[in-house]
């Protein structure tokens, strides 16, 4: 238990508590010593027009990725759940582009937003001759773009959890529901789904904070779109702190700082209220009793 503990220490706890203490200093470059400011940085953020954007940013990916990753996963698993040969395949082909390298993704993807030459501009000019459109590069396509990219990536995980929890439910259950004489959609709303609701809030929790900290794929994909169009915090962590020769460290470290802390208060809400619906039905199975 303690070498567990001192890895968690020196690996997780240390850094948010150097990030945490370097967030109330100013500091510019390794040369020159940091300044004690306190809350300073934290209320410039607060005012920061360019980190509320990012930050906005954030939550439409978040709402995207709840409304179209989980759901078209859930209902993959759901269909691949029906004994077929090509079960394992096509399980296998979902989950693919989970273990690609995100620089492959990203030229991937970008050779299908290639202005003129690429996938899309070519189908798209069946419809309409000569259309052009630089789809990474505009502000308004730019993150809807990237968003597509990372939802053909984390798809599958998603579906291989949502198949887990689909494995373990019994069999009984579903065979008992089609003698009673039960369609496939009473079965999957009335056996199915509420089954799968610890699984759905783990997926869920995911999806959300993994919304909140993008970089990779916005960072390399969508680099020519102006920066307040595709600008999410990670990435304005970062151009604060290492990039355009700004070396705003102590900046950079309290945006780090806020979101951590929506991370860990999305997380934790989503934690408290999947544990009280948890706990709903046995409150309801003692007053019965």
Sequence with gaps: MLPALAVYAVFVLWPIADSFWLSLYHWRSSSAPPEFVGWRNFQMLFHDPVFWSALLHNVALLVLSLLTQLPVALGLAILLSYPTRARGLFRTAFFAPMVMPSVAIAVLWGFVYLPEQGILDQVLRVFERDFAHGWLSAPDTAL?????????????????LFMAGLAAIPEPLYEAARLDGASEWQVCRRITLPLLRPVIGVAATLSIVGSLKYFDLVYMMAAGAPE??????????????????????????????VLLGVALTVAGTLHFLGRRNAAEPNHGAAGGA
């Design 144 to 160: 809807a773009c990237v968003f597509l990219a990372i939802c053909w990536r984390y798809t599958g995980f998603y579906l291989v």
């Design 228 to 257: 307040n169009s595709r600008e999410v915090v990670a990435t304005y962590i970062y151009r604060l702190a290492f990039a355009s020769g700004q070396g705003r460290y102590g900046y950079g470290s309290a945006a780090a700082v």
